[in-house]
Structures are given as C-alpha cells and as structure tokens.
C-alpha cells in the first residue's frame, strides 16, 4: 500500500494446502528490512496459525531499499487523546524511520537493474 497514487500494489500469489479461516497483515515494523520483507501475515487454518512472508529479491540486498521501506506510518500508538480528538484538535501522523543504523541507503548507489519481482514464502 501506498499513500501515492495508485496506493494498492498485487503482490505475488500465494496457494496454501489448508483453507484459510483468516489472514491479518502485521504492522510494516515487524518485516525484516534486512531480507527485504515488506510484508508479513499471520494465516489462520482449522488447525493452526502460520507467518506467511513476501520478499522482493534484490541484486544489493545488503543496503536498505528505501524505495520499499518509506518512513512508515506508527499505527500502535494514538496520536491524540481522545478527548482531544473530539474537542477537535489535529495532530500530524507520526512516523518512523524503518532504516537500521548499520546498512547504507540504496539510493546511495549508482544506477543498476533492480528485479521488482515479489517472491512469497512461509515462514
């Protein structure tokens, strides 16, 4: 997902051997940037719960891929009090930086043929 148009990217397809009773989409500070995860799932079946991961492969998957890992939105925590909210008041949306310290930023490289292909895989 993204906040530019046009905001909903298909991921890869993904064939489970159990019928799935539900699918939740983990919060993006939960991926491994570091394997360029960008997606995570809990899947739940008639008889047990599984992580369900998309990757992206990528030549330089040792740098940060900010280019699939923008400052992201911190959804678990309340930017306003309630009481605030309803008095009216705005706050802007608080984000973070998913970037480990320790890995350079891609972008820092020069140009070369980046794959964008979406690999899926349980974990």
């Not at 489970?16 to 993006?28: F, R, T």
């Not at 309340?78 to 970037?99: E, M, N, S, Y």
Request: hydrophobic share 40%.
């Amino acid at each position: 997902m993204s906040e530019d148009h046009p905001h909903l990217f298909p991921l890869s397809h993904h064939k489970s051997s159990a019928a799935l009773q539900g699918l939740a989409l983990l919060p993006k500070n939960i991926c491994v940037v570091r394997d360029v995860e960008f997606a995570r799932f809990i899947c739940l079946t008639s008889s047990s719960i599984e992580p369900l991961s998309f990757t992206v492969p990528r030549v330089k998957s040792e740098y940060f891929q900010d280019d699939l890992f923008p400052p992201t939105r911190v959804a678990w925590e309340p930017a306003l009090k309630g009481t605030d909210w309803l008095a009216g008041a705005r706050a802007p949306v608080k984000r973070i930086d998913l970037k480990p310290s320790d890995m350079e930023t891609r972008k820092n490289l020069p140009f070369t043929n980046l794959t964008n292909l979406f690999i899926c895989k349980e974990i």
